[in-house]
Every structure is written in structure tokens, then in C-alpha cells.
T-cell receptor, first 113, second 113 residues
Framework: GAVVSQHPSRVICKSGTSVKIECRSL??????MFWYRQFPKQSLMLMATSNEGSKATYEQGVEKDKFLINHASLTLSTLTVTSAHPEDSSFYIC?????????FGSGTRLTVV | AQSVSQHNHHVILSEAASLELGCNYSYGGTVNLFWYVQYPGQHLQLLLK??????LVKGIKGFEAEFIKSKFSFNLRKPSVQWSDTAEYFCAALNSGNTPLVFGKGTRLSVIA
């Protein structure tokens, strides 16, 4: 079946630095990918929709200058958390639509210290 | 706004007990429905999905769900749970096209011996 690879799985960074998370569709092309954030004991909240070759669409309340999304190819979308702060610590998950529905990456646990 | 509701936050069952997790959605028109499972420390996995046709959908690991349009519901069921079913279960829905999934808040299932 379709596979979405997400890296890194865990990252710890210092406050003020930037972190890049990659999401790759391994055996299919994804013109659209989705980035979610999951807080402890809560559901996945959609942050933005990543569109290949065009600007991402951000959900209300998500700072586009803080969460930079690049979807330069049909198999790769990246999320960069810029100037990270402890409140950005969370679990970030990407997703892509395939022929069977949606496939999710394994997630990235970001801890900002 | 479109939403998905899961009314049970945490369910505790003994092994061999029957399971039913509630899911209601607020969409009008054609809707696609999904149940995902997230085992401890793992990423989201698709349990089953409903697009059209038979409203009783059978998924992996003995799970099934029934789409009842008149009740806007898509409840997940399993006749006899196992300890290995301990996980977080998410119901999700979307209208059509490349729209992102909207998730419920999730239900944590704990199966005890």
C-alpha cells in the first residue's frame, strides 16, 4: 500500500532555532499533503494544506511565517518551525491522499527546550 | 462548521467484552468516513473506511462500522476485544475532493485482563 515517510521521528532543539520536518510519499505522487498537529490527549488539528507548486493554505490561527511549508515536488513536502519556542513542542503529522484514502506519516515529536 | 464528534473520551473494557465507539458527523451531502487507530508509540493506521455502498463496513482486526445516514453516525464495533486493542481510536470525515480529513477528538480504549 501507499507509504508516507516522515523524518525525523523525534527532535529536540533549543529555543530560537528552526527545525525542518520532511514528508515524502514513497510510491505515489501527492499534489496535496496535509500537516496536522496533535496535542497530548487531543485530536489532530489541521494546520495547513500543502499544494505542490503553489502556496500552502493555512488554517485560521496558524502563523504562516512561523510554520513555513514548501511543497517543491510531487513527493516531498517540508514543514519548518522557525524560531521555535517551548509552546511549539508537539507531535506533528503529515498526510497525503492516495487511491485508498489518506496515508499518514509516522509523526515527528518536537521538543523545544 | 463541519465537525466530527466522539463522545467517549476513555473506555475501559475487559478482554472478550464487546466494543462500540460512537462517532457522529455534522456534514451535509456526500460524506466519506474513516476510523483510524493509533497504538502506543505508533502512527495512525487506517482501520476501515466508508465511501458508498453497503453501510456495514468491515475492517482489519475484526473491526466493523455501520454508517447510519439518518443518525449521522458511523460507530465502530468489535464483538470481542483483546488486550492488543488498547489504543487511541479516531473517527474522521471529509466531504469530497482534496479536502483534508476532519478528526474527532479520539477515544482511548484500555483493555484489561
Amino acid at each position: 500500500g501507499a507509504v508516507v515517510s516522515q523524518h525525523p521521528s523525534r527532535v529536540i532543539c533549543k529555543s530560537g532555532t528552526s527545525v525542518k520536518i520532511e514528508c515524502r510519499s514513497l510510491d505515489f505522487q501527492a499534489t496535496t499533503m496535509f500537516w496536522y498537529r496533535q496535542f497530548p490527549k487531543q485530536s489532530l488539528m489541521l494546520m495547513a494544506t500543502s499544494n505542490e507548486g503553489s502556496k500552502a493554505t493555512y488554517e485560521q490561527g496558524v502563523e504562516k511565517d512561523k510554520f513555513l511549508i514548501n511543497h517543491a515536488s510531487l513527493t516531498l513536502s517540508t514543514l519548518t518551525v522557525t524560531s521555535a519556542h517551548p509552546e511549539d513542542s508537539s507531535f506533528y503529522i503529515c498526510s497525503a491522499k492516495d487511491s485508498n484514502g489518506y496515508t499518514f506519516g509516522s509523526g515527528t515529536r518536537l521538543t523545544v527546550v | 462548521a463541519q465537525s466530527v464528534s466522539q463522545h467517549n473520551h476513555h473506555v475501559i473494557l475487559s478482554e472478550a467484552a464487546s466494543l462500540e465507539l460512537g462517532c457522529n458527523y455534522s456534514y451535509g451531502g456526500t460524506v466519506n468516513l474513516f476510523w483510524y487507530v493509533q497504538y502506543p508509540g505508533q502512527h495512525l493506521q487506517l482501520l476501515l473506511k466508508y465511501f458508498s455502498g453497503d453501510p456495514l463496513v468491515k475492517g482489519i482486526k475484526g473491526f466493523e462500522a455501520e454508517f447510519i445516514k439518518s443518525k449521522f453516525s458511523f460507530n465502530l464495533r468489535k464483538p470481542s476485544v483483546q488486550w492488543s486493542d488498547t489504543a487511541e481510536y479516531f473517527c474522521a470525515a471529509l466531504n469530497s475532493g482534496n479536502t483534508p480529513l476532519v478528526f474527532g477528538k479520539g477515544t482511548r480504549l484500555s483493555v484489561i485482563a
